[in-house]
C-alpha cells in the first residue's frame, strides 16, 4: 500500500485547505485511515479517522466541528476538508493506513498501530 499526502499549504487563519491521501497497491488491507499532525517542536498527534467503509469517523476534540474526513470510493480518495483554521493548526499532516487486525476502536488514535504512511503536508496557518 502506498498513501500519497497532499494538498497543505499557506493559509491566513479562518480560512479553509483541503488534504488529500490518495491509496494505491493493496488497499484492500486499509481498514481504518487516519490523519495525524506534527506540529513544530512537538510530537505528532492524533487528528481524525476513518474506516475504509467511509463511516466510523472519530476527531480529536481540537478540530471537532472544524474539519471533516470523507472518502471518496472512486478514486480510493481520503480528503480532510479543513474549515476555521487557527494557528494552531499549523503542522505537517500524516494520512495512515491501519489494517484490520487493529478493527477496535480502541486503537484508532494508536499511532503504532497504523502499518502504511503517506510522506506528510505542510500546513500553516497565519494569525
Known amino acids: 500500500v502506498q498513501l500519497q499526502a497532499s494538498g497543505g499549504g499557506l493559509v491566513q487563519a479562518g480560512g479553509s485547505l483541503r488534504l488529500t491521501c490518495a491509496a494505491s497497491?493493496?488497499?484492500?488491507?486499509?481498514?481504518?485511515l487516519g490523519w495525524f499532525r506534527q506540529p513544530p517542536g512537538k510530537e505528532r498527534e492524533f487528528v481524525v479517522a476513518i474506516l475504509d467503509t467511509g463511516r466510523g469517523t472519530s476527531y480529536a476534540d481540537s478540530v471537532k466541528g472544524r474539519f471533516t474526513i470523507f472518502k471518496d470510493n472512486t478514486k480510493n480518495m481520503y480528503h480532510l476538508q479543513m474549515n476555521s483554521l487557527k494557528p494552531e493548526d499549523t503542522a505537517v499532516y500524516y494520512c495512515a493506513g491501519q489494517r484490520a487486525p487493529y478493527a477496535r476502536t480502541y486503537y484508532e488514535r494508536n499511532q503504532s498501530k497504523y502499518t502504511y504512511w503517506g510522506q506528510g503536508t505542510l500546513v500553516t496557518v497565519s494569525s
Open positions: 497497491g493493496s488497499t484492500d488491507n486499509i481498514y481504518r
